[in-house]
């Protein structure tokens, strides 16, 4: 028991101030952590957990299917603890690296051979925004095979899509700022896919009065060419426009997770009376909107509402162990990668002559094979198109069943093979054809340009995939079958396309078994 | 015969042949990369667009031909490039 705070009335105000002064520890350990000890009952680790800025967007209970490892596998903490990396590191990198086409390259060599822990740090960096993006993918990938984006959850999965979308744009504008090689050249082909519409505008010919494609250019370039203002625009999206949006992005996304009633899961057998206080008891069905107080919180002092007793647990500790453990696991991949592989950097920009083969990050490489085929519709409109779509899976499968279970709707699980299997075929036999066969173009030199935009292995693809999915809606009779089908294509068309540009383009963008078999330059 | 220029700074090409002067772009017509070199006529790196020897494109995603510049001399005599000017294919400059 602690000893009274305050002093007795008649004694001194030097005693009095040695007496708090003697406090202070416990005093100010009070004052910062409120509960001022480690909780010993349930009542109070509920407090831990509301009384706490950063606890207190969990609930106090949660509910053991949310636990369970292998629901969620944590993909969406490992993308917010790899965005906490970055940020920390990417604040610490912004100390050194100056936003000029003079002078941006020095300061990338600077802060790889001279600050010191530079390089570390800059790997770090690198490293955890691949961990992001490939957590992000598979986190969209989780949410949909668990088919988590169905009513409530419709708009958080539109808010996710969203910060897909940043994360991406994150990315993109990160990897320009060294101004190396990679830099430059991304930086131009990404403009001038901003410039496409232009492909279309001109096969039409009404460029000259409507002209999106050289807006978009302009804007993201500040100007005719790549050069000082695309930097800077760039560095101010990178540092400050997209992590403030995406932090916003995040809140919003969490908050919805409470608002929807916690991670989706099946619901809990309502059956007949639980025990409750070593009697039988009837469960009796809240309304939706109710808010609970303190006391419908702790175990064995509540009527038994909506479910069977006992399926959740306190959040303190058995969540927040987890959330640490995943935490912890992210922090332990990003530094063994960082410990053991360096962040590349190119040759400084060369504006008179890329590299060849110039190839994008992996995870803009399947579209960059896509934009191989025609740039419009490749770096575009089959992007927005697969976005649109991904955006109305939950506004049109809205037949309740399978939320939070792996594979839970009847039969998805062989329609998600047999897609996987068609996608992967098709995929593969598309590229085969490509490549031996080449397109249009090569056939007839003299075609029309929009024949290549509408007709190309892109647009094939994606109608081929479309054209599957239509089947097994009519055939299963299940939009959430037909949404499964759609989905595992397009996973596998995109996997087997980041594949294929990774390993099997070379220089001129040419088909090579092995990058080994590269004519040397 | 002919003879060929390459100004990598102004990412463009120079030629000579029995009719006159004449410029090319060095700048793919489908994202912006600079063409090199391939055998008779040119290739892409980024994305391996085809052209050939005058850009006409023979494969690959980019929806026009490498375009021609206007060849000029200036006032001093000495002989002009002007990138911004497309000109139509087969023009030459004499000299």
Known sequence: MAAPTVPQPGESAPREFLHNLRRLPSTFKGAWLRLGKVPESEREESQATFHNFFLHIHSVRVHVRTLAPTLTLGLGLIATASFVLLCITGVLLMVYYKPSTELAYQSMKDIHFTVATGRFVRNIHRWSAHVMVIAVFLHMARVFFTASYKK????????????????????????????DQL??????????????????????GITGWFDPGGFQRRLLLGANYVGEDALIRFYILHVFVLPVVLVILVSVHFWRIRKDGGLARPEDSMGGPAEWGGQMRPVFQPLASKTYGLMALVRGQRPPVNRGPENTLMSWPHLFWAELAVFMLTVLISLALSFFFDAPLKEIANPAIPENPAKAPWYFLGIQELVSYSAFTGGLVIPVVALLGLALIPFLDRRPGGEGIWFGTPGEGLVAGRSALFGLVLAVGMLAFTVNFGWLRSWLPQIHQLWILVINPGTLLVLLYAAWSLWILKRKNSVRLAAVALFTCFLVGFAVLTYFATVHRGPNWEFY???SQWPVH | MGSERIFAKENLFVFRDAEGVYAMSAVCTHLGCTVSRAGEGFACPCHGSRFGPTGAVLGGPAPRPLPQLEVTRAADGELVVLADNEVPAGTRFRV
Do not use: K
């Open chain 1, 513 to 515: 078994w092995w990058p």
């Open chain 1, 183 to 204: 830099a430059y050249w991304a930086i131009t082909i990404g403009s001038n896919i901003a410039n496409s519409p232009r492909e279309l505008t001109d096969a039409v």
């Open chain 1, 152 to 179: 409530p959850r419709e708009f958080n999965w539109l808010i996710g899509l969203s910060l897909l979308v940043v994360t991406l744009a994150l990315s993109f504008t990160g990897y320009l700022l060294p101004w």
